[in-house]
């Protein structure tokens, strides 16, 4: 049974800062891992999507990367703003015909000004 | 335009009752999805539907059905509703989910049921 995990539960970072959000999982046999943003009373927006063939994904300021021999994800927000507070999913697609998405319990991000 | 969109946003019932909360995709995709959260903000897959199969959860208590009208809509009825049915329930929709590649999962804005 897939099982996502990311660490840590919560960070709090000063603006201007780099930081990585980790996500593991525990079953490698994966179809794409997906970083959502989740804001306070709001749904889920899709920041990146990488495949299972791909290593890593970029947009913008933020960028991604799946190791699946080792059950790692990455997150990299790079210069972080206070726009950038929100809570942060990964989500890992497992394997049947419909593609069910397995989520972490999330780290929830606050950048102070 | 609002790619996947649910109704109604907020939802408060008493136990006992029967309620649907309705979703609609305008993306063209084949595969819809119903996910919960609960108090602890933890999100699980509770459906997944195209026009060819659904697959339940099999947590998912059968007092919770889906319902298709046409590809872009996908209802949850739930009857007699619990105390511990409270949480924000997630649509999603994707393109269909192919052997070697899968498409990313847009959600919709989440309709929050309380039950008293």
């Known amino acids: 049974k897939q099982e996502v995990t990311q660490i840590p539960a919560a960070l709090s970072v000063p603006e201007g800062e780099n930081l990585v959000l980790n996500c593991s999982f525990t079953?490698?046999?994966?179809?794409?891992l997906q970083w959502f943003r989740q804001d306070p009373g709001k749904g889920l927006t899709s920041l990146l999507l990488?495949?299972?063939?791909?290593r890593e994904q970029t947009s913008g300021r933020l960028n991604a990367s799946l190791d699946k021999s080792s059950g790692r994800s990455t997150l990299y927000i790079a210069a972080s703003q206070p726009g950038d507070s929100a809570t942060y999913l990964c989500a890992a697609t497992v394997g049947g015909s419909q593609g069910n998405l397995i989520f972490g319990k999330g780290t929830k991000l606050s950048v102070k000004p | 335009d609002t790619a996947v969109s649910q109704t109604p946003k907020y939802l408060v019932t008493q136990m006992g009752n029967d309620k649907s909360i309705k979703c609609e995709q305008n993306?063209?995709?084949?595969?819809m999805y119903w996910y919960k959260q609960d108090s602890k903000k933890f999100l699980k897959i509770m459906f997944s539907y195209n026009n060819k199969e659904l697959i339940i959860n099999e947590t998912v208590p059968n007092r919770f059905s889906p319902k298709s009208p046409d590809k872009a809509h996908l209802n949850l009825h739930i009857n007699s509703l619990e105390l511990g049915d409270s949480a924000v329930y997630f649509c999603a929709s994707s393109q269909a989910f192919g052997t070697s590649i899968s498409y990313e999962q847009y959600f919709g804005p989440g309709t929050r049921l309380t039950v008293t």
């Open positions: 990488i495949q299972s063939s791909q």
């Open positions: 079953d490698s046999a994966i179809y794409n």
């Open positions: 993306l063209g995709h084949d595969t």
